[in-house]
């Protein structure tokens, strides 16, 4: 089976970097061993495969490695776009903070790399299924229909794990599965509309944040939450900033003015320094902790009205 090591910049946080890409604890495509060891399943453009990523790394002529061992017809676009899942596309030197609570988080947090997989229906299909609903729910949704659905996962994949469905495989998906899972008739709409254009949703993946967002937005039920959300993923996009979360704006507020409530408009406000940084900004106010009560405030329906 093929391997790659990749020597990351110090300093360097591997599960704070890919955590991203787990949808739960339960997650059938994305699973984080005791040890450190993570394994990801994808369908990349050459099929099916299984990543290993070892997560304590070791030392190579004084440098720190992190080794990943591939199975799958996928296996070697897999390994080639290792570093980019990894992080190294990223360019956290260029975040300038402005904010004391901001600079405190950048330097405790300062290992954090915005992953890049390159593949955009991995993303969007369980962005989709995070619309309006608690994230337990979208988590259960997500491990439901891959265990369903998914595929055996080639090599050997801990059990459980699951290759997410193929384009063609979510369509087949009838309507009572949907609504089993937890499913609404317009998310399920929107999943298997984006199904239908799934080769061009694809390109998005090399396009430029603005074009990518454009892309996705063009098919009905993804709206810029939707397509932040799956972006922030297949491109690692630091500016790919989710509007209108239900919490977000809440927390950025709360965060950097003390205010307990919050809307889109002020949170662009607030983050407007940081412009073309701005999910990593976002990113890091969320790890400083100073968080509102989600009990104390409650959201207008119109901030979740476009997703």
Known sequence: MPS???APPAPYDLAR???VLRRGRGDPACRREPDGTWWRTSRTPDGPV???ISGDGSETAGERTIAATAWGPGADWALEQLPALLGADDAPADFLPRHRLVAEAHRRHGGLRLTRT???????VPSVLEQRITTGSAHYAWRRLLTQYGEKPPGPAPDGMR???AAATWRRVPSWKWHRAGVDRSRAAAILRACSYAPRLEEAAKMPLPQAMARLQFIPGIGPWTAAETLQRTLGAPDALALG???LPVQIGYAL???QNGTDEQMLQLLEPYAGQRHRAARLILLGGRLPNRRAHRAPHSRIAQL
């Open 4 to 6: 790659r090591s990749w």
């Open 17 to 19: 970097t890919l955590r």
């Open 50 to 52: 299984t990543l290993r």
């Open 118 to 124: 390159g593949l955009v229906m991995e993303s969007l």
């Open 163 to 165: 290759v997410p469905p």
């Open 245 to 247: 979360d239900l919490h």
């Open 257 to 259: 003015t003390g205010a």
